[in-house]
């Protein structure tokens, strides 16, 4: 009885939403045909087949998807109330705001001091870092040259005053300048991510440098706490995101219209052609040149891509990714050090995304930066991006940043909000295939893929990262 039950709520369900959806396209199609009334009762049904879902399904993930139809339905039929909903938007990212500089510090002294005695990785900890640097590079050349071919932002009309009266990039000595602080609370409390970066690594360096245990454990332990709070912290902040996803959908489209989504779902494509490159052309040569048996690979990584595809966090994913390379081959000492580290500085779907969205802002506003200015872009988010640790909708905030940094307007960060779901469930799932791969890289390199070889501190490093 409780089968059929739900058999006819599931047949409920798809009902409405099919014939909402439906009734879309012939409205699209043959304008006019049909009466207002009957389309926007349509619409409205096809909403409660979708509320109905979200509240079978229970959870975050599925209500964020929900709320998005929602948006975009109240706004398209409650444009002049739609607007007023900007409120709700601005504080959600307000409220990420407020983790990206504890956020930054905590896990980035953690992954610097935290598994990095400087003179005990040796040989691993520069190869390490010169293919992070390496890999994320090319991932922010392959999405700069996606959203240059696909031109996602163009023909976008901002709402009046949203455009900056002049949007160009700072020069070459402002950039390099602005990146080192002055005064670190001064930083924070401008939100200067750059800035807060430098600090961290800088800090990260010299905690790791002392030669007292027990002093570096006190900092090492508060450091370690304040990551976790903050990971918590997020989680919390996540379960306004529905409200925020769909106020910030329903805003745009009584502002714009629904044209709008056909730019929205255009970046969407482009994003996925880009990262299905990346992976094709970047992640898999590598893995074929380095005689990794892919198939062995894919089974290995599938779970935790799945958890980070689902969870929409890398680092949801990272205790199961860690285990799973273990398995596959990789030892433990490396497990421990190249994937809690790579997690600040190997974030591949993360930085190519950046790059995309950078540029697709910047498009939105009408600004035609040039190549220059472009690849000095680049050279910025590969320091901002530095630090992500996967934690959902942090690249939001990394982008805020940059968009201030070369005068562009927040008002298509708020357009890439409404499906910015979507798009962190392809990067965070290619950020985790990169970080598993980079673990195998390094391996082979030290020649010793295949081994077991535990040890004592490398448990330790493990706990902290887990």
Same mark, same amino acid.
């Given at each position: 009885? &409780? ?9 409920? &369900? ?21 009466? =207002? ?5 349509s619409r409205w049904l096809g909403v409660a087949g ?43 990212? %307000? ?27 040796? %040989? ?9 640097? #390496? ?22 009309? +901002?709402?009046?005053?949203? !455009? ?32 807060? #970066? ?20 006190? @900092? ?5 706490? @304040?990551? $976790?709070?903050?990971?918590?912290? *997020? ?10 996803? /769909? ?31 990346? +992976? ?10 380095? =005689? ?27 205790? =199961? ?7 596959? /081959? ?10 809690? *580290? ?16 950078? !540029? ?25 991006? =530095?630090?992500?640790?996967? #934690? ?22 708020? +357009? ?6 979507? &798009?962190?469930?392809? %990067? ?17 390199? $030290?020649?010793?893929? /295949?081994? $077991? *070889? ?7 490093a493990v706990e902290v990262a887990a």
């Amino acid at each position: 009885m &409780m089968v059929l039950k739900s058999k006819v709520v599931a047949f409920t &369900m798809l009902l409405l939403v099919t014939q909402a959806a439906l009734f879309v396209v012939i409205e699209l199609l043959w304008a006019g045909i049909l009466p =207002k009334e009957a389309l926007i009762l349509s619409r409205w049904l096809g909403v409660a087949g979708v509320t109905l879902y979200c509240l079978r399904k229970a959870s975050l993930t599925t209500w964020i998807f929900g709320s998005m139809v929602i948006g975009a339905t109240f706004g398209y039929d409650f444009p002049h109330v739609a607007v007023e909903l900007k409120v709700l938007s601005q504080v959600f990212l %307000r409220l990420i705001k407020t983790i990206i500089a504890p956020l930054l510090f905590g896990t980035l002294v953690v992954g610097i001091a935290g598994h990095s005695n400087l003179k005990q990785v040796g %040989r691993m900890g520069w190869k390490s870092l010169l293919y992070f640097e #390496v890999v994320t590079t090319i991932a922010l050349v392959v999405g700069l040259i996606a959203i240059n071919i696909s031109k996602a932002g163009v023909g976008i009309d +901002l709402p009046a005053g949203e !455009v900056p009266l002049e949007a160009k990039a700072q020069g070459w000595e402002e950039v390099i300048l602005h990146v080192f602080p002055e005064n670190i609370a001064k930083s924070i409390f401008e939100g200067q991510i750059l800035q807060i #970066v430098i600090f961290s690594i800088l800090f990260g360096i010299g905690l790791a440098m002392i030669a007292d245990d027990k002093k570096k454990h006190t @900092l090492l332990a508060f450091a370690e706490s @304040l990551s $976790e709070a903050m990971f918590n912290f *997020t989680r919390v902040i996540m379960y306004f995101a529905p409200v925020g996803v /769909g106020a910030a959908i329903a805003f745009t489209v009584g502002e714009m219209g629904l044209g709008i989504l056909v730019n929205l779902f255009k970046l969407l494509a482009t994003l996925y052609v880009a990262l299905g490159i990346f +992976l094709l052309g970047v992640l898999l040569p590598i893995a074929l040149a380095l =005689k990794i048996p892919i198939r062995k690979f894919i089974r290995a990584i599938s779970e935790p891509v799945s958890i980070a595809f689902a969870t929409t966090s890398s680092e949801a994913a990272l205790p =199961k990714a860690m285990e799973a390379m273990e398995k596959f /081959g990789v030892p433990r000492k490396i497990v421990a050090f190249v994937m809690p *580290t790579g997690y600040s500085f190997n974030l591949d779907g993360t930085t190519l995304y950046l790059a995309l969205a950078a !540029v697709f802002v910047a498009q939105a506003a009408g600004v035609d930066m040039s190549l220059q200015d472009q690849i000095l872009m680049v050279l910025t988010l590969m320091l901002t991006s =530095k630090g992500v640790a996967g #934690v959902p909708r942090a690249s939001l905030v990394i982008l805020m940043g940059t968009a201030a940094t070369f005068n562009l307007p927040m008002a298509p960060i708020f +357009l890439i909000l409404g499906i910015d779901e979507l &798009m962190d469930m392809a %990067r965070t799932s290619v950020n985790v295939i990169g970080n598993c791969l980079a673990t195998c890289v390094v391996a082979k390199w $030290e020649g010793e893929f /295949g081994l $077991e *070889t535990p040890q004592p501190e490398a448990e330790k490093a493990v706990e902290v990262a887990a």
